[in-house]
């Protein structure tokens, strides 16, 4: 039997898998101070319970997110059979010194050792602190178009 949207357990789905692993920034989904939506692409670090990104202290989705906490994340690819992790969840803020330690392995993701650890010490120059944002899954869903389309498809 096939797993359910919104079951926890589609994070170890195949496709789910390949896409926390990947180079791909989430698409960040939160709801302005005005009531209207918003989405940033943000680099990704999964804890395996959590995904942790990293900003700015005055970065403007601070505000934002210590009024309304609940998110959205998206990862997908653009190769065809398009593969999609969708995550619903709720922000927890916490200011660190320095740069998030979440935050630093995912530029060793997303621009290889070397440049990832270059990257981390230009940032640490620069800024003091940062705030990491913890979102711990309460939903997931996972589209690979082969095996689980949208429910909007009559297939």
């Known amino acids: 039997m096939s797993v359910k949207q919104g ?14 692993r990947s180079t791909i920034p989430a698409r960040l989904a939160y709801v302005w101070t005005d009531g209207t939506p918003r989405v940033v692409p943000i680099w990704f670090h999964w804890t395996g319970r959590d995904f942790v990104l990293g900003t700015p202290p005055k970065a403007p989705k601070i505000k934002a997110l210590m009024q309304n906490p ?5 990862i997908d690819d653009d190769q065809f059979p398009h593969k999609v992790l969708l995550v619903r969840g709720t922000a927890h803020l916490q200011t660190v010194k320095g740069v998030v330690p ?25 800024a003091p602190e940062m705030v990491r944002i913890a979102i711990k899954p309460e939903w997931v869903g996972v589209l690979d178009f082969q095996t689980r389309f949208p429910s909007a498809l009559p297939l």
């Open 7 to 20: 079951s926890l357990d589609l994070l170890e789905h195949p496709a789910s898998q390949n896409l926390l």
């Open 70 to 74: 609940k998110v959205a994340l998206t």
């Open 102 to 126: 979440e935050y630093a392995m995912a530029a060793e993701r997303y621009f290889g050792a070397e440049q990832g650890k270059a990257w981390v010490a230009q940032l640490s120059a620069k």
